[in-house]
């Protein structure tokens, strides 16, 4: 999935596989997934890689992405205020705030996926990374996101904890 804005900044993200792919426990084999990834800022670049999202939490962002997609369109209904979004491990979050015709993502990168020169050892106050974006490039990403997503499904497609 890529979030990268026409100066370059933004981030990658795609699934690297299941935290635990070989565990005879369905549960936890298709519980988390390793998310590997880039940044670009005006501060520089960098990798990461970490057992960052959910099955469930991975979903819920293609879903999210999708719908900051939609209601930046013209005849879309916009949100109250900036949209926000955070999981359970706090190295990715999220917050849209739709500017003129585009939206500006702050994406969140904490703990492991922080940069380099700014390692923490407790989350919280997470790097920010700011893109600025056409409703048409979320929702490629979204899309993007969620085909990928479906490789990683459960046999018989079904999530393990909310529904789909």
């Known amino acids: ?43 520089g670049n960098w990798s990461f890689r970490w057992q960052a999202l959910s099955l469930d939490d991975t979903v819920e962002l293609a879903g999210w992405l999708r719908r900051i997609a939609a209601e930046a369109e013209p005849a879309g209904a916009p949100a109250d205020g900036p949209a926000r979004l955070a999981f359970t491990e706090p190295n990715l979050s999220f917050t849209a705030t739709r500017t003129g015709g585009e939206i500006e993502l702050r994406i969140g990168l904490d703990l492991e996926f922080s940069p380099p020169w700014d390692r923490r050892a ?29 490789s990683y499904l459960p046999p018989g497609g079904s999530l393990l904890g909310r529904a789909r």
């Open 122 to 150: 407790t989350a919280g106050s997470p790097y920010i990374v700011t893109a600025r974006l056409a409703a048409a490039d979320i929702a490629t990403a979204a899309k993007d996101l969620g085909a990928e997503v479906d």
């Open 1 to 43: 999935m890529r979030l990268i804005d026409s100066d370059g900044y933004g981030v990658e993200l795609s699934v690297a596989g299941y935290q635990f792919p070989d565990h005879i426990d369905p549960r936890i084999r298709y519980s988390w997934l390793v998310i590997a990834g880039t940044a670009n800022c005006p501060d």
